[in-house]
């Protein structure tokens, strides 16, 4: 199918705002076709990764000048020519990246590595992107408006914008991202038009869900169930808040693909079962009780066996300030044990709020360390030596064994921290 | 490109292009929805998902047939990278249109179809041999695997 251009569009891709426009504009007819979408939507609101890239990339086009602009060009672009890169013009944020700033060193991470990492963030904020660094941009400074069309990538930042914000994105990748920030369009499919984010199967809640550990459990079950459907959840889920919905859908993105989800009462554009479908109620239904809990709790943790806890990692997506204040009053008074480690992650934005509140302080004096840009999966970075890790997230638990061959075990926040302050994994299904 | 096979396909399937050109090779299939990042390792182009049924297998030069992409929006730039390895598979037919599959697939630049007329997933199987006109929206699979020239007539 060919796509539908206005004459500014044509204009775009033939050269009319640059070279990089026009590249940019190349790719993104190019994906459009891919995905039968008939036009492009505006949109000024991009989060991303644009351009940056670890060192082993920039060599890889070293005949291209190995540089950031060689890097935004071929690969954020996928042009076969280098072109300049002008500052963007819409409002654009970098997502997560590959390291700490300043603790960097103790996630293994090598002088050459940092200065790579620095070269880079300079240039993103030089092209005019901000520096949110983190996979929680609604928590750091980018929060957007029901209805508003935006291009992000992050399936938990996206599944969050869809389906807690009523904001409208598919699940971008890096290279559609990096050309919208030049275009400030993106393909008019899927999560941008009404009848597609209509849900698709019916998730009766029997078990009650009510605690964040809950939510999370209940977005992993979600995920299995309903793959990369919109399921609508209607039951005995209560006590909603920000990070009980920023762990549902992030477990729930990564057990399968749900990239939108309703919760009958709870998310807005689903008043009630009936509206959230779009009329009367389709597809599967699942039921999720007691015995699916079990299930689910018992598949997170098919990948813990040894007890002796080394690393515990929490901040996946990265802790909100409430959370922090939270690990904050878990572990005031101990201390982290010698054999294992606490490594908490979060946005430059909110570690600045825990700074200000104490929250980073008491984490310290615990020896826990307060990271922030990345985690440990993004940056494949664990304390040396990691062989058995703990996570307060489904997603995390989903993720770090499989890339880094370690065991993980999944818990609630109290759990995870008592394993840190004891180096003994003493979780179990209450 | 001419075919390498010398018999008549014993499947034919028609469907949509995604991404342009011809390609012919071995077929890598699967029920299981990918995941691109934290579910491949890209230098070895290998699906390291716990529990998936391809789980240590490469796709490296094989057409990957699947189900359709699932999991991080990191999908597209871990199977660009997969590229730049030399790891890619060397064309895609899935069922399910996603962003991530979409996208991946162009910037891979590899043939790649979909919205079939019948299931690939019940029409091939791994080992078949399979070659992808995605400009003409045909894909031709031969059983068993590439055809030899002894097995003329």
Request: charged letters at 20%.
């Amino acid at each position: 199918m060919v796509m539908r251009l206005s004459d500014e569009e044509k204009a775009m891709r033939d050269g009319a705002q640059g070279p990089a426009v026009a590249k940019a504009m190349d790719l993104l007819i190019r994906y459009g076709e891919a995905l039968g979408a008939e036009d492009f939507v505006y949109t000024d609101n991009i989060a991303g990764v644009p351009g940056s890239s670890p060192k082993w990339v920039k060599d890889y086009f070293a005949a291209d000048g190995g540089d950031y602009r060689a890097v935004f060009s071929r690969f954020d672009l996928d042009s076969d020519k280098v072109v300049d890169v002008p500052r963007i013009n819409g409002f654009g944020c970098h997502l997560q990246g590959g390291m700490d700033p300043q603790l960097w060193r103790e996630q293994g991470m090598s002088d050459e590595a940092f200065a790579n990492f620095e070269a880079d963030e300079r240039e993103v904020a030089a092209h005019g992107i901000q520096v949110l660094k983190t996979c929680t941009p609604y928590l750091a400074g980018n929060v957007p408006v029901m209805g508003e069309h935006c291009a992000w990538m992050e399936s938990s930042a996206v599944v969050f914008c869809n389906s807690v914000i009523g904001g409208r994105t598919n699940c971008e990748g890096r290279e559609s991202t990096s050309a919208a920030m030049l275009a400030k369009r993106v393909p008019n499919w899927g999560f941008h038009t009404e009848d597609f984010r209509k849900g698709q199967h019916l998730i009766e809640v029997q078990a009650p869900v009510d605690s964040i550990f809950e939510w999370g459990l209940l977005g992993y079950f979600t995920g299995a169930a309903v793959e990369d459907a919109i399921p609508v959840l209607d039951g005995a889920i209560s006590s909603a808040a920000l990070i009980k919905h920023k762990h549902f859908g992030a477990a729930a993105a990564s057990s399968g693909g749900v990239e939108m989800y309703h919760m009958a009462g709870i998310t807005p554009e689903a008043p009630t079962v009936e509206r959230a479908f779009g009329g009367a109620v389709r597809g599967e239904r699942f039921t999720y009780g007691a015995r699916e809990r079990r299930e689910t709790y018992e598949q997170l943790n098919s990948v813990g066996e040894s007890r002796d806890v080394d690393y515990v990692m929490l901040g996946c997506p990265h802790y909100s300030a409430d959370q922090l204040t939270e690990a904050a009053r878990l572990l005031e008074g101990r201390t982290v044990h010698p054999n294992s480690n606490l490594w908490i992650f979060t946005s430059r934005a909110v570690k600045a709020t825990a700074e200000a509140s104490g929250s980073a302080d008491i984490i310290r004096k615990a020896g826990a360390r307060l990271m922030t840009d990345t985690c440990s999966a993004i940056s494949q970075a664990v304390p040396p030596g990691t062989k058995v890790a703990a996570f307060d997230s489904a997603k995390q638990t989903h993720y770090l064994p499989a890339i880094m061959g370690i065991e993980g075990w999944f818990g609630t926040t109290q759990e995870c921290i008592d394993a840190a302050c004891t180096g003994r994994w003493d979780g179990r299904l209450a | 490109m001419a075919t390498l096979a010398t018999r008549p396909a014993d499947v034919l399937i028609r469907g949509r292009k995604v991404v342009g050109g011809v390609v012919e090779g071995e077929a890598l299939v699967t029920r299981q929805t990918i995941s691109g990042w934290g579910g491949v390792n890209p230098m070895k182009g290998e699906i390291i998902e716990m529990r998936h049924e391809l789980r240590g297998q490469s796709f490296a030069g094989k057409i990957l047939v699947f189900p359709g992409a699932k999991g991080s929006s990191g999908w597209s730039a871990m199977f660009h990278t997969t590229r730049l390895t030399g790891q890619a598979p060397i064309g895609m037919l899935y069922n399910i249109t996603t962003t991530k599959a979409a996208l991946g697939a162009v910037v891979m630049r590899v043939p790649t179809m979909t919205d079939f007329d019948s299931d690939p997933l019940e029409q091939i199987e791994t080992g078949d041999w399979v070659r992808i006109d995605a400009d003409a929206a045909v894909v031709s699979v031969w059983k068993g695997g590439q055809p030899s020239p002894e097995g003329i007539g």
